[in-house]
């Protein structure tokens, strides 16, 4: 007889522990999913929740026990859960503060539900940003097209004198040029985007690099009068071509935004480990609230000036990708009215 009891009592134990092994594995699973996780009796009770639930929804650690009512303040999320008890649902969107939540209950056998959420705040957010972009490439492809169009129309309907065609003729060849730029610069970013293009990692001479930039600017910086001088220089471990396309970039867009008779300095300096460039204007500026959009991609502080400029609102976007790849980093500092500096950094390869 005792030597039964002795086998009841432990197999007992052992089924005991055996449970008590699933339900740690349980709630040790439940506590490392992304998904905020919580669960309710019939009755409205909080029983369970994941660390992933304190953090996304705040709500604290129940007691055994406690009412939802007790828990939880938000008034949306405690309705959305007494919801869930009595009327299970599935991917519903929940917008609790800045977040945005998509939510799932379903029911438990024997009454009560359990509620998973799923931060979704940045998937929405980045969806907003690509609609953004496709309405903004098409915007930007719509104008020199619709240009183009005209003039083509005009030329084959109306067959006007000599000059006016030809007037019509170079206008529609401005606007194919600011598509190929745009196309071009769009290729270029959804290269850099995707992760196509690989720095390579060369000595790249900046001193020379730069003349050699700064030549093929020539024409377009003396009919402006525009001034320009260097100082400094240093070797530096990064992609030549990337270089090259990145101080292109800045240096036209200090000679775009720099009136006639200003100047444009480049500054190399070593420090140490790192290289860091200026490229000095002494143009319009940009205004402090806009400084820190500039790198955007189609963010412009003045949209109609930058496009009479020929920009495409792309190279920035580039540069910072560039610059990113090659392990550097890109800022902006500017006074309006008085000027810009942008600062590149690059791997030092030798001073
Ligand atoms: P964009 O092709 O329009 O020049 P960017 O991406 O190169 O596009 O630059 C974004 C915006 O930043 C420009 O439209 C302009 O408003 C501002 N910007 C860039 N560089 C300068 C500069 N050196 N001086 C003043 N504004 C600048």
Redesign the pocket.
Known sequence: MAARALYTRRAYQRRLRSLEGERDELQALINWIGEAVVALSGDGKVLRTNPAAVNLLGIPKPAPGVHLGDLITHPGLRELLEEAVANPFSGRDFALGDRRLVVSARSVEGGGAVLTFLDVTEVRRLETVRRDFVANVSHELKTPLTSVRGFAETLLEDDPPEDLRRTFLSSIRANTLRLQHLVDDLLDLSRLESGGWIAKEEKVELGPAMRDLWDSFQETASAGGLDFSMEGDATVFADRQGVVQVFR?LIA??I???PDGGSIKVEIRVEGPVTKVEVR?T????PAS?LPR?FERF????PHR?RA?G???????IVRHLVRAMGGKVWAE?EPGKG?S?FVTLPTASP
């Not at 143009?283 to 940009?286: D, E, M, R, V, Y």
């Not at 963010?299 to 003045?302: A, L, N, P, S």
């Not at 920009?311 to 976007?317: E, F, P, Q």
């Open positions: 970039n867009n200090a775009r935004y720099t204007d143009g319009i500026g940009i806009a500039v963010f412009r502080v003045d930058a400029k920009g495409t609102g792309l190279g920035l976007a500017s810009t942008f």
